[in-house]
Every structure is written in C-alpha cells, then in structure tokens.
C-alpha cells in the first residue's frame, strides 16, 4: 500500500491559494527557515494541510527554503509563499542566508577558498 | 566503459532520495546551527556531463532536487494549440550542501545548460559566488550555451573537463582555444567521482573568484 504514490490532494499550484503576495521579496533558495523552541510543541494558529506539512518539517531543526521545497516536492515558488504566510502568522522565522554581522564579499570568498583548503 | 570503477562519471538519473514512493520526506539533513554563512556555486553544464556527479561527490546530505516549473521562452503559444502537452515543461534542478570549517555553508546546484531556460537559470543564479562550467572533450561545444550566458550574468567561472573514459585528451591550449577562454579563467581536468579531484576544482574556482573581487579596502559594499 505503501509503494504506491498517492495523488496530492491540492496540486503544488493551487498550494499558495493561486495568488501572487507581498512580503515574499526577501525570500530566495538559501533562506534560512526555523521554528523557535518554544513555538515547536503546537503552532499557534489552525493551519492549512500544505502550511502544515511545513511547518512539520522544520519543527526538529533549520532548513534552507529550497531543501525545505525538496523535502516537500514543492516548487520553490510555492514553498516561499507558505514560508511568508508562516513567518507572518508568527509560527516560523526566516533569516538570509549572510548573517547579518557585516561580511564583504571578499571575506566570504576567503572563507569559502580557506574552508575548502581545508577539507582538501 | 566496462573498466570505469564505479559507475559512470556523468549525471544519468540515480537514487533520488526526496523520491520516496510512499510520498513521505526522506531522512532530513537539518542545518546544525542558525547563525552559519550559507553560500552558493554553481555547477554547470550540458546534460550527462557530470554536474550531479561532481556533487553527489561533495554533498553531505543525499543530493536532492526541485521540480521547477518552466515556461519555455521563445516558444509560440500557437504551437501548443490542440496538443496534449502543457505549455510549461518540468526540470530538476539537483543541489548538493557541503559544511566547512568556520560555520560557513556551501550550497551547490546543478544548473540547466540551455538558453530556453534561462529565466530559470537567472533565478538559481541569484547570489550565486561563481560557476564551474562541466565540460566534455567528445563535445566541447554543447557548454557553450552556459558559458555564454554566464559572462552575460557577469559570474565568475572557471571550467572543468570531466574526464570520461575514452574522451579524447588535448593539451590545455588546444581546449582553451575551443572553448575561447579569456586568459585569467581557469581551465582544469577533473574526475567528477572523486572528491579530492572534484574540491580542486572548486579551490580553482574560489581562488579566481577571489581576484576578480576589489580588494579590501575598495569592496562594492562599502560604497554608498
């Protein structure tokens, strides 16, 4: 019974509601998405099936948006839009993939050619 | 090919671990902090040139793939007129993540080599630090397309020809002068199986990633 795919209830598409929204332009594929401990027993609010399965994924620990849409099989697109409306119900947090401490582009590139030095 | 130790070193369909028949996610790699500086390559290329090898050869996490949805630019509605087939094709895009020392994160995708997905390619290149363009000696001029529109984006790129048994070898100048290579990017030879082989490839890119950046004292974001 197992074996067999099941058919998605509610298409990828129809998951964001089928609208465009705002509050969505700071999201992109490394955005990082996580619950805080305290909000992880139960969200705070009665959730749609897809805002749930979300917000189910990321209750043990932090994930990027677009593993998060991998885990799901959900498009990118329709995973930031479930994010956003987590984020703004106040059951999710989201943060850009730099910390915000100030880093130069240069810093980064040195850390990325230091870290890889390393593992090599 | 029957003397290639372990499979095949392009990028044919494999286990594909967020493909689970039951429809359940498969085992989730959670990132083990918060405040890590995540990153992003691209690996690119024709198809079957190696990109999902070279990361599934560096990925920590089983590598995993997005269904993107692509409306194919260029192509007249009309043609679709009565045909059974949507007006979007689906790709997947593969990406890999790799943890290094010093909290930092490098995600790695795998991204589509041709023009006609360009909109989507624009997208996954959104932040990206630089490309490494895969290359096949048997057909140099299939990663063209990418490389092409990965000066237009103005990313930094180096290229690595992924050793295929039988391919034919060329001696460096002859490959850069095929692939019209400016002097300063660089070009290497690469087993996308191995990781030492495959993490070469990427230091090579870093380090020019590196020179084309200002220095110090003159980084972009420091200006008003």
């Known amino acids: 019974m197992t074996a067999v795919p099941r058919r998605r209830m509610v298409p990828a598409y129809l998951a964001t509601g089928g609208r465009s929204r705002p509050g969505t332009e700071g999201f992109e594929r490394l955005t990082v998405l996580f619950a805080d401990r305290a909000?992880?027993?139960?969200?705070?609010?009665?959730?749609?099936p897809e805002h749930r399965r979300l917000w189910e994924l990321l209750r043990p620990g932090a994930l990027t948006v677009v593993e998060a849409a991998a885990h799901l099989r959900l498009p990118v697109s329709a995973t930031v839009f479930l994010a956003a409306d987590l984020v703004?119900?106040?059951?999710?947090?989201?943060?850009?993939?730099?910390?915000?401490?100030?880093?130069?582009?240069?810093?980064?590139?040195?850390?990325?050619?230091?870290?890889?030095?390393?593992?090599? | 090919m029957d003397s290639v130790p372990s499979g095949s070193p392009d990028d044919r369909p494999h286990d594909r671990p967020n493909d689970r028949p039951d429809g359940r996610p498969s085992r989730v790699g959670y990132l083990p902090d918060r405040d890590q500086t995540l990153m992003k390559l691209l690996v690119a290329g024709p198809f079957g040139v190696g990109k999902t090898t070279l990361i599934r050869t560096l990925s920590?996490?089983?590598?995993?793939?997005?269904?993107?949805?692509?409306?194919?630019?260029?192509?007249?509605?009309?043609?679709?007129?009565?045909?059974?087939?949507?007006?979007?094709?689906?790709?997947?895009?593969?990406?890999?993540?790799?943890?290094?020392?010093?909290?930092?994160?490098?995600?790695?995708?795998?991204?589509?080599?041709?023009r006609r997905f360009f909109p989507l390619w624009q997208d996954i290149a959104r932040g990206?630090?630089?490309?490494?363009?895969?290359?096949?000696?048997?057909?140099?001029?299939?990663?063209?397309?990418?490389?092409d529109m990965i000066e237009e984006q103005g990313l930094p790129y180096a290229v690595a020809v992924n050793r295929f048994p039988g391919s034919p070898d060329h001696p460096p100048e002859v490959l850069r002068a095929h692939l019209d290579l400016h002097a300063a990017t660089p070009l290497l030879l690469c087993?996308?199986?191995?990781?030492?082989?495959?993490?070469d490839a990427l230091i090579a890119l870093a380090e020019h990633v590196l020179d084309t950046l200002p220095a110090a004292a003159t980084d972009p974001r420091e200006r008003p």
């Open chain 1, 88 to 120: 703004e119900a106040g059951c999710l947090h989201a943060r850009a993939p730099i910390p915000r401490a100030q880093q130069t582009d240069r810093s980064i590139v040195e850390r990325l050619l230091v870290g890889l030095r390393a593992l090599r």
């Open chain 2, 191 to 199: 087993d996308a199986r191995e990781r030492g082989s495959s993490l």
């Open chain 1, 39 to 48: 909000d992880r027993a139960e969200p705070p609010t009665e959730l749609e």
């Open chain 2, 128 to 147: 990206a630090l630089g490309a490494l363009v895969l290359a096949d000696t048997r057909r140099l001029a299939d990663s063209f397309e990418i490389m």
């Open chain 2, 60 to 114: 920590e996490i089983a590598t995993l793939h997005t269904e993107e949805a692509m409306t194919e630019t260029g192509r007249p509605v009309d043609d679709l007129a009565g045909l059974p087939e949507k007006s979007t094709t689906t790709v997947a895009v593969d990406f890999g993540r790799l943890t290094l020392p010093g909290n930092t994160v490098l995600y790695m995708f795998g991204t589509p080599g041709q």
